[in-house]
């Protein structure tokens, strides 16, 4: 069985009174390319009356973001025209691309009635080549995402991008890539290679896993050697994964911001042309 390289605890860093882990990017790990960021919203419970998510009107360029609602709901709306409310076991997709200004606040329900929350925000980088694409977005509930079980039954998985046990993923991707959102019961397990010049993005939502020989609580992200993959994964208690693969870009990447470039030139044009409206008007 392949090795575990390192594992990377997710770090502390709370958003106003939104908890928040993020296992990368760190001092220690920079990014798995080209997975660039990922944050991790609660578990927590918000009170009745709250004032939801902290994420008003703000630009991209040159990236995408997948999100992940576990609990609670999150409202999208974009300089696009996209608006959604996505619920519970429900993603979301955007492609920042060019440029584009959007929010993601939870919707006034929740804030009126507060409740459980447990979201991730996963950032992909987009290669050069596609940098400067026209931006997109597509939300999906829990029950428009295809997903099949596995070991009888005690391992459901949502598959999000590229395919797998000849499912098809939810979405279009931008760039080859293979995503699953995967639940576990205890006891549950399953087996996958992952070709060697693929990168793997796993990250331990919720639970205590064995990977690969090795016991893994959550919220913590395995980098795992070079070479092919042979995961082997049992779930010690009930819990939530997150796997993705794809070959790296192998490109400079400058990040600032919400900006996400291969060279500081671009990225200094990315804050001109935001200043000059150029990622369109919030009429919200």
């Given amino acids: 069985m392949t090795k575990i390289k390192r594992i990377h605890k997710g770090e502390y860093r709370p958003i106003a009174d939104l908890v928040t882990y993020s296992p990368m990017p760190t001092r220690q790990l920079q990014q798995i390319d080209p997975f660039i960021f990922l944050n991790h919203h609660g578990f927590q419970t918000y009170p009745s009356p709250n004032r939801g998510l902290p994420f008003g009107p703000h630009p991209h360029r040159g990236m995408e973001t997948v999100t992940f609602i576990l609990e609670g709901d999150i409202m ?56 400067m694409t026209d931006p997109k977005y597509v939300g999906l509930q829990k029950d428009q995402i295809p997903a099949f079980t596995l070991d009888e039954g005690k ?97 400079p990447m400058v990040a600032q911001g919400p900006f996400v470039m291969n060279t500081e030139e671009e990225i200094h044009q990315a804050y001109e042309d935001y200043q000059n409206g150029k990622f369109g008007t919030w009429s919200h």
């Fill in 76 to 131: 999208h709306l974009d300089s696009s025209g996209h608006e959604s409310v996505i619920g519970p076991g429900g993603v979301q997709y955007m492609t920042a691309g060019r440029g584009l200004i959007h929010s993601e606040v939870s919707s006034s329900e929740f804030k009126k009635k507060g409740g459980d929350l447990e979201i991730l925000q996963l950032w992909l980088n987009l290669p050069a080549r596609l940098k």
């Fill in 155 to 251: 391992v459901e998985v949502q598959q999000l991008f590229g395919e797998w046990n000849g499912t098809k993923g939810a979405f279009e991707e931008s760039f080859p890539l293979t995503m699953s959102t995967i639940y576990l019961q205890e006891g549950g397990s399953f087996e996958k290679v992952i070709p060697e010049d693929e990168n793997i993005f796993f990250y331990i939502v919720r639970g205590e896993l064995d990977v690969n020989g090795e016991v893994v609580p959550y919220r913590n992200l395995v980098e795992f050697e070079k070479g092919e993959v042979d995961l082997k994964v049992t779930a010690k208690t009930g819990s939530i994964l997150i796997l993705g693969h794809a070959k790296p870009f192998n490109e």
